[in-house]
């Protein structure tokens, strides 16, 4: 048999992965709550910290988060990337903008889209909102949050965020 082509080194194949998540109790009242629409942390009793979503301890002190806090869906966008290459996952129009969010009340930021203005007008510092599916839609799951849109209000300055960044 002939070779002239040469060897194959690699071949283009499609995979998945399914997961199932066993989430802690923490994560169960968080998802409890997000299913109401409402977006529930938990307070270190050391450092004050508001984590969430909660994860049941505070990472820096090593100590375990009861206090449960109710955060807002506003927030501040504290850092973001451009996205310019499609995904089978998100059906948005590209380019579209993945955040870094703290939400208002909360001291750790989690990833989100942003919609509701170009990609080159999202900016540290812009204040944004939730979207939320429609009532009928809500679950216990983090996708009740379509994306975050901006919202009329000052952008907050650096320093109220730069631990953050
Ligand atoms: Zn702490």
Redesign the pocket.
């Known amino acids: 048999m002939s070779d002239e082509q040469g060897p194959i080194t690699g071949i283009v194949t499609p995979t998945r992965v399914e997961y199932t998540f066993t989430p802690g109790s923490a994560s169960q009242r968080f998802l409890r709550a997000i299913a109401q629409k409402r977006l529930v942390g938990q307070q270190?009793p050391?450092?004050s910290?508001v984590y969430v979503p909660p994860r049941g301890a505070?990472p820096?002190?090593g100590?375990p988060t009861k206090k449960e806090v109710e955060v807002s869906d506003k927030g501040t966008v504290v850092t973001f990337s451009v996205v310019r290459v499609p995904s089978q996952n998100i059906q948005l129009e590209l380019p579209y903008v993945a955040a870094h969010i703290v939400l208002d009340g909360a001291d750790i930021a989690f990833q989100a889209l942003i919609q509701g203005c170009p990609a080159d007008e999202v900016r540290m510092g812009m204040r944004v909102q939730a979207v939320w599916v429609p009532d009928d839609e809500l679950g216990p799951t983090f996708e009740n949050i379509r994306w975050f849109e901006p919202i009329d209000e000052p952008d907050v300055p650096y320093e109220q965020w730069k631990e953050h960044a």
């Open positions: 270190c050391s450092c910290k505070c820096r002190c100590v």
